[in-house]
DNA sequence: CTTAGGG
DNA sequence: CCCTAAG
């Protein structure tokens, strides 16, 4: 009887189980290309557009002519971005000539992006990214950074402390901190963190004279830049004379390392130079991001260097494994977009201790996703919003008062993922989602001092330093989740940026350029290559993932449009937040949303059923590939699934069925094909023997 | 990573 | 669908 049955269904074209894994692995990994994250790209995106502008600002005296059309549109926004930043200076010129005296000219030495590559980032990216990040990313930046520049240098000039040299403001995303510890002297800095779209602003108090302000204004250029640009600026020397006011030094450095800011000034990293991250967390890390920001440094020397180096964060903490680890996460997770996604704990947060400019906003990498970005960075353009970075100053006045003024504050980094189908709404909506659990939960500030947080609330600010004039500048607010609910992490002690969120983003890196001149000529020859060394990921990250998923093959025409609809349906909604504690608090909002409930559509269940037919029970990879292969949202698992479901809902009465309702003619081969190879499971011994008779009969 | 099952 | 133990 077995036998017969057997012999049936190998007539009626059942096979025999191939090898249960011969030449899996050749197939292997048709699932798993995938892609990118073009969220990456707008990070990039808005480092280029910044680094442009500053560059322009330094560089750009209107005589230059070679400067392409677009070089001119961001000329044109450095210019008002000078335009502002005079205003304020002048406003506060006094306080400059008396007590800062330093020079006033301020000089893009170096410039070290994260970006892949400046270079071609207008037109590359162009084509690179599939996201329209790009447009409002810039334009945002502009004025962001127009405004940033304004008020830090208000904010500089403001400081009645200055003398020190330092000064630490954030507006959203916008710092101007003190000097990092460069060479121990004291300068100004401004650092343009395209992530955070944070400047600060180093300037050598030594150097300093006075009466202009920081001169931003001043030169064009175009970070964009190519080489071009970048020549134009590395050049060892800038006349004195083009810099208003001799403002010498300013360099553009990305953050290479948290830690040290004076890294700035020579990135001695490498490329493999990751550093390997306490952060265990890091695992989950996927988008890589990153965080690619621009800082600005003084120069070495006094002022005369204008350079501009490019490179990549070298020493930012986050771990990245090395591309391969990292990539391969990735790339299975969005093979699987829907797969939940754990929340990261905060332990993961990148440890920024020691670095004196670092304050929260370093933490984050840049791993948010294009989307987000753009979608966050919208609302500080157009005025102080939650989703804007945290920006904060502080005076101290005569009277003993500490008086400190706090912007706004900073929403904890978190990433969204949302697939291209969605509509803006939907990302609207994902995005107000996410804020809106982030600040549901509760929050509680911190203080940080020098990029310390000062966990001792009993302290007076005269203990603890925050009335000294010289830190005032270096004062930080963040919001935090409240841990009180969250298992503590470990390694909170360690990470005092609880806002930035954690995971240590697999950051592209670039090679660390030297920024001292002597470098500044390699850098550009290398620059060129910038964008790629990571560029693996770079190129990754832009492709998109959507998961809209073509219909098997097998279906028809008509099948597949309604396939097509249930497929592309709302996919959106998966957001992830990297706030570990915000999300836990809110429980359903983003993080590890349970992928988005797809019933399979009878055509699905056809070829599924067909596949099982021909494959069996056991080989689900098989099944996924051969019928759902471009079904991306499909795992195999899901497959599996189905087909338990399948055989449940075959075995039950229609009455008690649910749903779309399952022909009976598939139901009753889902039983057919069920009880045959589970009897085919049940005893292999026959597999040869029925083959063997099968072939025989034929 | 895949399977197989339980939840 | 999710999660996990086993391979």
């Not at 450095?78 to 006033?104: P, T």
């Not at 353009?381 to 945290?390: E, L, N, Y």
């Not at 499971?681 to 063997?692: C, G």
């Amino acid at each position: 009887m077995v036998l017969q049955k057997r012999l049936d269904y190998g007539f009626n074209g059942y096979q025999v189980p191939p090898t249960p894994r011969g030449a899996r692995s050749a197939r292997r990994r048709g699932i798993n290309r995938r892609i990118t994250d073009d969220s990456q790209m707008c990070a990039f995106d808005l480092l280029a557009t910044l680094a442009g502008k500053l560059l322009l600002e330094g560089e750009s005296s209107p005589s230059s002519t070679d400067m392409g059309s677009s070089g001119k549109d961001q000329y044109e926004a450095s210019k008002s971005l000078a335009k502002e930043g005079m205003l304020e200076e002048n406003k506060h010129v006094s306080n400059f000539s008396n007590q800062d005296c330093s020079d006033r000219s301020f000089i893009v030495s170096e410039l070290v992006l994260q970006a892949p590559s400046l270079n071609n980032c207008p037109k590359e990216l162009a084509h690179t990214q599939n996201d329209a990040c790009s447009g409002p990313t810039s334009a945002i930046t502009t004025s962001e950074c127009s405004e940033k520049v304004g008020s830090a240098e208000r904010l500089i000039s403001d400081q009645s402390n200055f003398q020190h040299g330092k000064a630490d403001i954030e507006l959203f995303g916008c710092r101007v901190s003190p000097g990092c510890k460069l060479d121990g002297e004291k300068k100004r800095q401004i650092k343009v963190e395209p992530n955070d779209l944070k400047l600060s602003i180093c300037a050598r108090d030594d150097i300093c004279n006075s009466e202009s302000p920081i001169a931003w204004d001043r030169k064009p250029s175009c970070l964009v830049s190519s080489d071009e640009s970048v020549k134009s600026l590395s050049r060892d020397h800038i006349p004195s004379g083009s810099l208003p006011h001799n403002r010498e030094n300013v360099n553009l450095v990305t953050r290479d390392d948290d830690e040290n800011s004076s890294g700035c000034t020579q990135p001695s990293t490498v490329n493999n130079a990751f550093r390997p991250s306490s952060h265990i967390g890091d695992r989950r890390i996927r988008k890589l991001l990153a965080s690619k920001y621009w800082k600005v440094t003084p120069n070495l020397k006094a002022g005369e260097h204008f350079k501009t180096v490019m490179s990549s964060d070298a020493d930012m903490k986050y771990v990245h494994h090395d591309g391969k680890n990292g990539f391969k996460r990735q790339r299975s997770q969005r093979d699987f977009p829907f797969k939940k996604r754990k929340l990261y704990h905060c332990s993961s947060l990148s440890n920024l201790d020691g670095d004196i400019c670092t304050d929260e906003m370093y933490n984050s990498p840049g791993k948010f996703s294009n989307r987000d970005a753009c979608a966050s960075m919208l609302p500080k353009v157009t005025g102080p919003s939650i989703s804007g970075a945290s920006e904060h100053a502080a005076f101290k006045s005569k009277d003993s008062q500490v008086k400190l003024k706090i912007k706004s504050f900073r929403v904890p980094e978190f990433f969204i993922e949302i697939p291209e189908t969605a509509t803006v709404g939907s990302l609207k909506k994902t995005v107000m989602e996410a804020v809106t659990a982030i600040l549901s939960g509760e929050l509680r500030v911190g203080v940080l001092l020098q990029g310390k947080k000062i966990r001792d609330d009993n302290k007076t600010l005269l203990q603890t330093g925050i009335s000294h004039d010289n830190k005032l500048d270096a004062l930080g607010f963040t919001l935090e989740p409240n841990l009180s609910q969250a298992p503590p992490p470990v390694s909170l002690e360690d990470h005092p940026f609880l806002l930035s969120c954690d995971s240590p983003q697999p950051l592209s890196r670039y090679p660390p350029t030297p920024s001292t001149t002597a470098n500044a000529a390699p850098l550009r020859g290398t620059s060129d290559a910038l964008p790629d060394p990571p560029g693996t990921n770079f190129s990754n990250l832009v492709e998109s993932d959507h998961d809209s998923a073509p219909s098997p093959p097998e279906m028809s025409l008509e099948k597949s449009t309604v396939d097509s609809r249930a497929l592309v349906a709302v996919q959106a909604m998966n957001v992830e937040a990297l706030s570990v504690v915000p999300m836990r608090k809110s429980k359903r909002s983003e993080a590890a949303q349970r992928r988005i409930r797809r019933p399979f559509s009878v055509s699905e269940v056809e070829a599924l059923v067909q596949a099982v037919e021909k494959l069996g029970t056991g080989r689900w990879r098989d099944v996924k590939l051969r019928a759902f292969d471009n079904a991306k949202h499909r795992t195999y698992v899901d497959l599996k699934d189905k087909w338990k479901t399948l055989v449940h809902t075959a075995r039950i009465s229609p009455q008690q069925r649910r749903g779309e309702p399952v022909p009976q003619e598939l139901l009753d081969r889902v039983l057919t094909a069920h009880a045959y190879w589970s009897q085919q499971q049940v005893k292999p011994q026959f597999k040869q023997q029925s083959e063997a008779c099968r072939l025989l009969s034929t």
